[in-house]
């Protein structure tokens, strides 16, 4: 299976070498006519890694990678969702937004030393990340928490 060229091995680099490939990696999600990034996102992009990184890294680190399961997906979806929603712009600009995020944390996080396992996760993770978070999304707009607080404990 090809590399993509938003993908990039980050394990054993110095420090400049490492930021040297993350600055690449974010060019590249940007260049990519897949997704409706742009230069102009290119900032955003570097900010919403150092948000979400650290948490997401969190996850991944707490997970076993022979049992990545459905609520570890949905873990690391609703982090970097958590972050972009408050931001202005369309719905699929802010899918791709925690769509690339996810996959660049992934990339340089998963503990999998097998790349071509490495990049079927990936891989498997862009093709059902888009539709998941339309669920999630679906459901949270569905969802009034104010009606269901109400109902359940109407002294509050």
């Known amino acids: 299976m090809p590399r993509s060229t938003n993908v990039v091995d980050f394990k054993s680099m110095d420090s400049d070498e490492e930021e040297t490939k993350h600055e690449k990696a974010l060019d590249n999600i940007v260049k990519d006519k897949k997704n409706p990034l742009s230069k102009k996102d290119r900032e955003l992009l570097e900010n919403l890694y150092r948000e979400v990184s650290a948490d997401i890294r969190a996850s991944i680190h707490n997970q076993s990678m022979d049992e990545l399961d459905f609520s570890f997906w949905l873990d690391i979806l609703s982090i970097?969702?958590?972050?972009?929603?408050?931001?202005h712009g369309d719905g699929k600009k802010k899918r791709h937004l925690v769509v690339e995020i996810v996959a660049l944390v992934l990339e340089e996080e998963l503990p999998i030393d097998n790349?071509?396992?490495?990049e079927k996760i990936i891989s498997s993770f862009r093709k059902l990340a888009p539709k998941a978070i339309d669920v999630i999304v679906f459901i949270t707009k569905k969802l009034n928490i104010g009606k269901i607080v109400s109902k359940c404990f109407p002294c509050c």
Do not use: G, Y
């Not at 970097?80 to 931001?87: F, G, I, K, R, Y």
């Open 80 to 87: 970097a969702m958590t972050v972009v929603e408050n931001l």
């Open 115 to 118: 790349n071509e396992q490495k």
